[in-house]
C-alpha cells in the first residue's frame, strides 16, 4: 500500500514541478512587461509569495473552509448510525490511523466528499440526499471510495494542486486586466530597440498569461480523473463489491437536482462532478471527473476479483486502452480477492415521495431538530428553538410532555 502511495506521489510532483515553473514564469513575464530592468524577478517572488500564503491558509484550515462553504455540519451517531457504521467498517478495511469526522450536508443533491491532509485528522462528507437516496451496500461504496481518497493523499494533492491553479488563474487575470486598464505606462524610454525589445516581452507575456489558465487546468484535470479510477477502484478492494459502487454512481447521476453550494473550486473534490453541464455534455478533456457511465460500465465488468489487477483489466477491456490506472506496485499483488455475493436489492431509480420525506427528515435532524413518534403513527418535528414543554399532536390531538 505504502508504494502505491508512493508512485502516486511521484506522478503528483512532477504535476506540481510544472504548476510551480507556470506560475514563476507567469510572475516572470508580468514583472517584465511592466519594469523591464529587473521585473521579472520581482515578479517571480511575488508569484511564489502569492502561492504560499494561499497553501499555508489551506494546508491549516483547508478542510474547514470547504467544510464551512459546502455547509456541510458534523453530526453524532445519533443521527445516522449506519453512516457511523459504514464509515468505522472503512476505517477498518484501509487501515486508517484515526476515525474520519462525519459530516452530512444539508441538500437534496446526491454527492459526497473527503477533506484531510493527514490520514490522522480526515473527514467525510455526504449530502442529506446521497443517504436518503442509497440503500447500506451503496452507500458503502461511496464511503470507500472517499476514504480510498484520504489514504492515497488526494486530498494533499488537490488542495496543493488546486491552489497553483488558483494561483495561475488569479494572477493571469489580474495582469490581463491590468492592461486593459491603461497598462504600460512605465515603458522605459531609453532607446527604440529596448522599446521593441519590451514589446516582444508584452506579447509573450500576454500569449502566456492567456494560455497558462487553460494548460494548468487541463493538467490537473488529467491527474484528477486520474486519481477518480483509482480511489474506484480502492474502493473496490475494501468492500469487495463493485455492484455497490456501481449503483450509487447511477442514483447520483440520475439525480436532477444541483448542489447550490458547490463551485469551481470545490467541484473536483466530489465524488461526482456536482456542477451539472448545462446543455450538451462537457467534453473529456475539460472534465475534473470521468464520465459516471464510463466508472460503472468498468465496476460492472469486473468478474474476476475485487484486487487492483482486475480493475485494471476491466478498465482495459472497457476504455479498449492499455493506459496504466493503477501504480505498478498495485498491480504487482496478484493474490485472488474474492468478490462478495450480490445481495438482492430492489433497484428505485429516481426520487420518490418517501425518498423526498427522508431527505427532509436528515436535514432536519442535522439542524437538531428532535423528533416524537406519537402512538398515532406521525412523527412529530419538533423544531430546536421550541419553547414549550408539552406539545399536542397535530393528527390526534394526543399530549406530549417535553423534557429536555
Ligand atoms: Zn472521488
Known amino acids: 500500500m505504502w508504494e502505491l502511495i508512493e508512485a502516486n506521489r511521484r506522478k503528483s510532483l512532477i504535476l506540481f514541478f510544472s504548476l510551480g515553473l507556470t506560475l514563476l514564469l507567469l510572475g516572470y513575464f508580468f514583472g517584465s512587461a511592466y519594469y523591464p530592468d529587473g521585473g521579472g524577478f520581482i515578479g517571480m517572488f511575488f508569484a511564489f509569495v502569492i502561492w504560499g500564503i494561499l497553501s499555508l491558509i489551506s494546508y491549516f484550515s483547508g478542510s474547514k473552509i470547504l467544510l464551512a462553504v459546502s455547509g456541510a455540519k458534523e453530526v453524532t451517531k445519533e443521527v445516522h448510525p449506519q453512516l457511523f457504521n459504514i464509515v468505522e467498517e472503512m476505517k477498518i478495511s484501509a487501515s486508517l490511523p484515526a476515525m474520519p469526522k462525519v459530516y452530512i450536508i444539508n441538500e437534496a443533491a446526491p454527492n459526497a466528499f473527503a477533506t484531510g491532509v493527514k490520514p490522522e485528522n480526515s473527514a467525510v462528507a455526504v449530502t442529506a440526499g446521497l443517504l436518503a437516496r442509497l440503500n447500506r451496500d451503496e452507500l458503502q461504496g461511496v464511503v470507500a471510495h472517499e476514504v480510498s ?4 493523499r488526494d486530498v494533499l494533492f488537490m488542495t496543493f494542486a488546486g491552489i497553483m491553479l488558483g494561483s495561475i488563474v488569479l494572477i493571469s487575470e489580474v495582469f490581463l486586466r491590468s492592461l486593459w486598464f491603461g497598462g504600460g505606462r512605465y515603458t522605459s524610454k531609453s532607446s527604440k530597440s529596448s522599446g521593441q525589445g519590451q514589446m516582444i516581452i508584452m506579447i509573450v507575456a500576454i500569449v502566456f498569461a492567456i494560455l497558462a489558465p487553460i494548460l494548468a487546468q487541463l493538467l490537473y484535470f488529467a491527474i484528477s480523473r486520474k486519481r477518480e479510477y483509482l480511489a474506484d477502484a480502492s474502493a473496490v478492494r475494501y468492500t469487495r463489491y463493485p455492484e455497490g459502487l456501481a449503483s450509487a454512481l447511477e442514483k447520483i447521476a440520475n439525480s436532477t437536482e444541483e448542489l447550490k453550494t458547490a463551485n469551481k473550486v470545490t467541484a473536483p473534490m466530489y465524488i461526482a ?51 496504466p490506472i ?18 438482492i436489492t430492489p433497484v428505485t431509480l429516481g426520487l420518490n415521495k418517501q425518498t423526498k420525506r427522508d431527505t427532509g427528515d436528515i436535514m432536519m435532524k442535522v439542524n437538531n431538530y428532535s423528533f416524537i413518534d406519537c402512538s398515532c403513527g406521525l412523527k412529530i418535528k419538533i423544531p430546536p428553538d421550541f419553547q414549550k414543554t408539552e406539545l399536542f399532536c397535530p393528527r390526534c390531538g394526543r399530549k406530549h410532555n417535553l423534557n429536555s
Not at 326 to 342: F, N, R, V
Open 326 to 343: 493503477i501504480p505498478s506496485s498495485g498491480l504487482a499483488d496478484q493474490t485472488t480477492i474474492g468478490l462478495k455475493e450480490a445481495s
Open 273 to 323: 462532478n456536482p456542477l451539472k453541464p448545462k446543455g450538451q455534455k462537457l467534453s473529456n478533456l475539460t472534465s475534473t471527473h470521468p464520465p459516471i457511465s464510463e466508472r460503472v460500465r468498468i465496476l460492472r465488468s469486473m468478474s474476476g476479483g475485487a484486487n487492483y489487477i482486475d480493475y485494471q483489466n476491466a478498465f482495459n477491456k472497457i476504455k479498449k486502452s492499455n493506459l
Open 149 to 152: 481518497h484520504i489514504v492515497n
